[in-house]
């Protein structure tokens, strides 16, 4: 079975960094287009990053410069550095797996980890 | 970057009834088009994507359609469990939008 989740969400005051991590079960992360996808309280969702399989990485600007996406093949798992925190970065962050083909499409997501960005 | 939006932002509909929701994109992005449903405190889940096709397991009351600039998710008799939100997103180019949403209430 296919399952995302995430961990490392917390408060955290402005300025400071935070690393998240998305553990994945049942296929490999590495051979997959993997985006984090965020949501703040009451908000919509916002597209953060992604990391092609290839390793080329894409970020909203937004997060631009700030956030770096990575991950780590023998612990098959994604990771979302996230420094130089803003209040504006609180939010439900979810990875999520895209499927690419033809077409393309998010068909996977975790459960989300919340990060509070607050003195 | 691809602006998409959603109307309405709210919808007031009962059991059995026929809803539409429309998402304008600010340029044509082919059919690079997903719908997904959230429903409070849970992970969004892909109902439709390439703008017209049903993501296997997702009752056949929803249908998609549209190309280019202009689509819509219809669901045909609403049931109990489909009241929530609904997104679209962009996949046509970076960086991937997504629709403001549509809060679907019950009556």
């Known amino acids: 079975e296919v399952q995302l989740v995430e961990s490392g969400g917390g408060l955290i005051q402005p300025g400071g960094s935070l690393r998240l991590s998305c553990a994945a079960s049942g296929f490999t992360v590495s051979s997959n287009y993997m985006s984090w996808v965020r949501q703040a309280p009451g908000k919509g969702l916002e597209w953060v990053s992604v990391l092609h399989s290839g390793g080329s990485t894409y970020y909203a600007d937004s997060v631009k410069g700030r956030f770096t996406i990575s991950r780590d093949n023998s612990k098959n798992t994604l990771y979302l550095q996230m420094n130089s925190l803003r209040a504006e970065d609180t939010a439900v962050y979810y990875c999520?797996?895209?499927?690419?083909?033809?077409?393309?499409?998010?068909?996977?997501w975790g459960q989300g980890t919340l990060v509070t960005v607050s003195s | 970057d691809i602006q998409l939006t959603q109307s309405p932002s709210f919808l007031s509909a009962s059991v059995g009834d026929r809803v539409t929701i429309t998402c304008r994109a600010s340029q044509g992005i082919s059919n690079y088009l997903a719908w997904y449903q959230q429903k409070p405190g849970k992970a969004p889940k892909l109902l439709i994507y390439?703008?017209?096709t049903l993501q296997s397991g997702v009752p056949s009351r929803f249908s998609g359609s549209g190309s280019g600039t202009e689509f819509t998710l219809r669901i045909s008799s609403l049931q109990p469990e489909d009241f929530a939100t609904y997104y679209c997103?962009?996949?046509?180019?970076?960086?991937?939008?997504f629709g403001q949403g549509t809060k679907l209430e019950i009556k």
């Open positions: 999520a797996t895209e499927f690419v083909g033809p077409t393309r499409y998010f068909d996977c």
């Open positions: 997103q962009q996949l046509n180019s970076y960086p991937y939008t």
């Open positions: 390439a703008a017209s």
